[in-house]
Antibody
Framework: AQLVESGGGLVKPGGSLRLSCEAS????????MTWVRQAPGKGLEWVSY????????HYADSVRGRFTISRDNANNFLYLQMTSLRVEDTAVYFC????????????WGQGTLVSVSS | AIQMTQSPSSLSASVGDRVTITCRAG??????LAWYQQKPGKAPKLLIY???SLQSGVPSRFSGSGSGTDFTLTISSLQPEDFATYYC?????????FGQGTKVDI
């Protein structure tokens, strides 16, 4: 399994950004996916979750109403649309397959850095 | 939201030491707890899932225990490559939540 995030970069407060995570090496639609972030020098923060079908979605309170998770199972992509970005959204964003699951199902990407600054 | 309180926040230990990290959940989470190891600049690596099940390929010196609200990660004999930060994760109910992390210095 391989997960490769992209789309990070520098954006001004109030701006928008869309992160992508390209999955390969497994049947993408069979797995639920999660976004986790880590601010510089800080701990891990769970951000959002989506089931394999995309029918069930959950968000952290800190991003609800501003971030939208989605997936394209035909092309093996996971997305995170981020709007109304704040300085405190600055972090490395990780795409994770089946976070916390055993049997080799848990798999993480390398992360993509989002910097929100004026 | 379930708060996860992890302790200590940091510790210093020597090679060969037995190390214990604890995680307390704000409410019962059965055994829906995982432990991760993270090294600088790298993605976290799953060590333990379902509170006590060892992830394939993880050395047997790592073990997890607990159920309900109190959980423990134990490294039976610390090795130089175990220098890292360790996080607990509750995946019992949304929003999922991590502990604050424990940095282990060798």
């Amino acid at each position: 399994a391989q997960l490769v995030e992209s789309g990070g970069g520098l954006v001004k407060p109030g701006g928008s950004l869309r992160l992508s995570c390209e999955a390969s090496g497994f049947k993408f639609s069979d797995y639920h996916m999660t976004w986790v972030r880590q601010a510089p020098g800080k701990g891990l923060e769970w951000v959002s979750y989506i089931t394999g079908t995309g029918r069930t979605i959950h968000y952290a309170d800190s991003v609800r109403g501003r971030f939208t998770i989605s997936r394209d199972n035909a092309n093996n992509f996971l997305y995170l649309q981020m709007t109304s970005l704040r300085v405190e959204d600055t972090a490395v964003y990780f795409c994770v397959r089946e976070m916390g699951s055993g049997g080799g199902r848990d798999s993480w990407g390398q992360g993509t850095l989002v910097s929100v600054s004026s | 939201a379930i708060q996860m309180t992890q302790s200590p926040s940091s510790l210093s230990a020597s090679v060969g030491d037995r190390v214990t990290i604890t995680c307390r959940a704000g409410q019962g989470i059965r055994n829906d707890l995982a432990w991760y190891q993270q090294k600088p600049g790298k993605a976290p690596k799953l060590l333990i899932y379902d509170a006590s099940s060892l992830q394939s390929g993880v050395p047997s010196r790592f073990s997890g225990s607990g159920s309900g609200t109190d959980f423990t990660l134990t490294i039976s004999s610390l090795q130089p490559e175990d220098f890292a930060t360790y996080y607990c994760l509750q995946d019992h109910s949304f929003p999922y939540s991590f502990g604050q992390g424990t940095k282990v210095d060798i």
